[in-house]
């Protein structure tokens, strides 16, 4: 290299080190040139974020401590290259593909039969027919009309999810009360209510007393029949009769089977003995009646409530 001088053992070239190089030796045959590349960047590359893209940076840019670059997306949906809605989303709207674009709409309705049922439910989820629970009546009409049923759309069983996930009615609950709790029955002049016992289970009432004779005796006919004698009425804490209601009177100490009737004002009567027998003062009788309310399907009380035990 004559230009250089470089003909003989040295070489008197000019070199100069730049950035990332380094340079070592004098020329000479023996300390040749050197040229290395050193990798030392820092300062050199500078990372910085934008509205959409964050930048997470750590080392330096050397050799031993090279950059580590971490970049966030932090871009809104309607700013994506593939979204065009200039008024942006609103309020429930959900991106809907329209040709080569997102837009924001509000969602499509699931259109009728789009929804399967199983038993117990109905309708496909359409505005027409909405998904609900297929009942056996509607209240007030058919069989639901009153009579036979009470006119309370809320009175009735409660429904309610078990453990298995089930639909399951509420049981009824038995409720009774003695004579001790309230007065239940109320007697007629010329006769006495020593006991009584009552309970309800739903719809179904019953009555167990023990009636006295404290007027003069009756006699009983050839075929038992002593017409209708009302001995007392039921209280008004019992629920009312749904339909008139009758029970055979069983036979306590001395006195005859007896006949009994229940009407729907509460009256309890007596109808007819077993043939030729009399009922002398004091004599004793026995009265089992069952019937069914005129009420509410279901007595809902607090627990322990017994003054109220069997209100309606």
């Not at 820092?42 to 997470?56: L, R």
């Not at 006991?195 to 050839?222: D, Y």
């Not at 008139?244 to 109808?271: E, H, Y």
Request: with cysteine.
């Amino acid at each position: 290299m004559a230009r250089c001088n470089c003909s003989g053992s040295t070489c008197s070239c000019k070199l100069q080190e730049g950035n990332g190089i380094a340079i070592s030796g004098s020329g000479s045959q023996t300390d040749p040139y050197v040229i290395d590349a050193t990798g030392d960047i820092e300062g050199t590359v500078q990372f910085i974020s934008t509205p959409t893209v964050e930048f997470a940076v750590t080392g330096s840019g050397t050799t031993v401590a090279p950059f580590q670059v971490a970049a966030n997306a932090v871009v809104n949906m309607d700013e994506l290259a593939d979204v065009n809605d200039p008024t942006g989303p609103a309020e429930g709207e959900v991106p809907v593909w329209t040709t080569d674009h997102w837009e924001f709409k509000t969602p499509a309705a699931a259109p009728p039969g789009a929804i399967n049922v199983g038993g117990g439910i109905t309708g496909d989820g359409s505005a027409g027919a909405p998904i609900k629970a297929s009942v056996s009546g509607i209240w007030g009409q058919g069989r639901m009309l009153s009579p036979p049923w009470p006119t309370d759309s809320t009175t009735g069983v409660p429904v309610y999810l078990d453990s298995n996930g089930q639909l399951r009615a509420k049981p009824y609950a038995l409720q009774y009360a003695t004579n001790a709790h309230f007065v239940q029955m109320t007697p007629t002049s010329g006769w006495a209510i020593t006991q009584t016992i009552c309970g309800r289970w739903g719809p179904i009432v019953f009555i167990s007393a023990e009636i006295t004779r404290t007027g003069t005796a009756l006699s009983g006919q050839a075929q038992g029949d002593i017409g209708n004698i009302q001995v007392a009425t039921l209280s008004a804490q019992l629920p009312t009769v749904y339909s008139g209601a009758t029970a055979i009177g069983n036979q306590s100490g001395t006195g005859p089977m007896c006949n009994w009737t229940l009407r729907a004002d509460k009256a309890v009567f007596l109808t007819s003995t077993v043939p030729n027998w009399s009922i002398p003062q004091n004599q004793h009788l026995g009265f089992d009646m069952i019937y069914l309310t005129g009420q509410g399907m279901e007595a809902s009380l607090p627990i322990g409530s017994i003054a109220n035990l069997l209100s309606a």
